[in-house]
């Protein structure tokens, strides 16, 4: 259930968050999805949606691999705990079932971070190249600043309080 930790997360923000937990359709989720300018969030299939979409990715992985379950086709940085995990919630983590796996919460705040500045440093020029291209032709473009997170137990959001670890978020 993500509801809580959604709800958390957009009352601690500074900027306005418009939560979108659980309320949007698949089709909707893609259109939003390829108007993101960037989408950070875990191994999902709104992760791959994003990369089909051709957004940007930052992907958060646990057990999985990401060298084999990556996102494919658009600049994207894939962040992964050192392996074996020294777990973290050895009550619920069910090692043998990645669904259930919470290695992911062994990830740095600051690394994600970085990875997420890095794709946007690396997607402004894309985007600031394309805005000029288009407004040569007389066309309107709109970049939107901001970035999706998929429903995950992991988030990032500006204006929280600093943190060492991004299982803080959870």
Known sequence: DEYKPAGQIA???ISPVVNLVGVLSLETLLAL???ARLFLGNESGPMHMAAAAGTPVVGL???????R?????VPSISLQPSMPCECVASEFCKRTDPSKACCVWRLEVGPVVGAVREILALTERQVDHAV???ALGGGQ???TPSFSCAPSRLRLATGLPAM???SDLC
Do not use: M, Q, Y
């Open 69 to 73: 379950w990556g996102p494919v086709g």
């Open 61 to 67: 992985f646990g057990l999985t691999n990401p060298a």
């Open 33 to 35: 999805l390829k108007e």
């Open 132 to 134: 000029s291209r288009h």
């Open 164 to 166: 060492d670890k991004a």
């Open 141 to 143: 473009i709109v970049a």
């Open 11 to 13: 009352t601690g923000a």
